[in-house]
């Protein structure tokens, strides 16, 4: 591990191994093959903080979407309990920082998937009290009132609602994640919101045409707001070559029931036949090397200051060669470096750039 990677805070955007944990019914500390972020992992990986999602499937879009997400708030904050010598549960920029200092891993939750509020800002607000600081407005699926890049799309963006949902998330001192939303959708949020947003887990569009990914445009606009784009490690986001075998393939998976192009949207469908579906199209193998191009472009097209990672671990069925668990996350800090990145910008992309968000972010908020 290099000297700029251990003294750095380093903030992963987005992890999903609380619903992997639900699904196995397994700790972080026990064993699990599927496992790419367990609690050795997570020790090595150096991670100062890491958003645990609570992933709500879009299945339970009006069939109890927000006791789901309850169930695994609940799950994040009970895995930190379990282990108070090495983890701590976190809900401000505060407690990241008391963590590194301390040598902890701090948990944090991010809701994934806006239906999980039930069209309801009370809700909202109730996760906010559990612990929640940020939510993706959509999965792949449009809701109630965002449209997302996954689904057909019916609001032009966002409804007057989901305009509604992000002015309440800049006053709770909520940050507003665009990962997952469609272009239009991006764009009514920018236009919205009064704080920097943060794509909490997508890549460049420029390098992997993926829907999920964010054009050039998106990021200077991101830019200009002083937001982050957090680089999400997931093959088919990293590598064209497999965003196009997963693109074309698309209508195979629509007729055998999964829908949607990354995740399973039934909580009842057996990730397991997901990822034997995923693995049966052949796909080739992205590398170290190409997450690291994600990262250098979009410094180069947001500028450094916009630039943080968002591993996705757990969330996805597969990996750059090199980077196929948490405990690899040092290489890429190397990468970066043999590179040509000075230790100064590694240490902003690694965490410092969210940090200013996080803090704008709380600062920005309405006391009630």
Known sequence: MTDVH????????????????????????EHDTE???????????GITASFFAAYVPPFYAGRGAANFAHRLMALIREEAERHPEVLTFVTDAAGIRAAKRDGK?????????GHAIEDSLDILRDFYAKGARYMTLTHVNTNNWCDSSGD????????????????????LGMIVDISHVSDAAYYAALETTRVPLVATHSSCRAICN??????????RDLAKNGGVCMIN??????????AQVLKHSAKRMKSSGLGGTEEVPDDRTDWDT???WFRSLGMPKATLDQ????????????????????????????LPDGLTDASMLPALTRRLSERGMRDEEIEQVLGANFMRVFDQVERAATPS
Do not use: W
């Not at 993926?210 to 990021?219: A, F, G, I």
């Open 233 to 242: 490690f997931f093959s088919a986001f990293i590598s064209d070559d497999v």
């Open 274 to 276: 997901y990822l034997e």
């Open 152 to 171: 057909a799309a019916r609001h032009n963006g966002l409804t007057d609602f989901g305009r509604d949902v992000v002015r309440t998330m800049n006053d």
């Open 6 to 29: 251990r003294r750095s805070i380093i903030v992963d955007g987005h992890c999903d191994s609380p619903y992997r944990m639900l699904r196995h019914n397994v700790h972080l500390d």
């Open 35 to 45: 496992a790419q972020l367990d609690l050795k992992t997570l020790r090595a990986s």
């Open 291 to 318: 997450v690291a191009d994600h990262v250098f472009h979009a410094a180069e097209v947001a500028g450094i200051e916009h630039v943080g990672i968002g591993s996705d671990f757990d969330g996805v069925p597969a």
């Open 105 to 113: 891993q701090a948990l944090m939750i991010g809701v994934e998937g």
């Open 210 to 219: 993926h829907p999920r990914n964010m054009t050039d445009n998106m990021l």
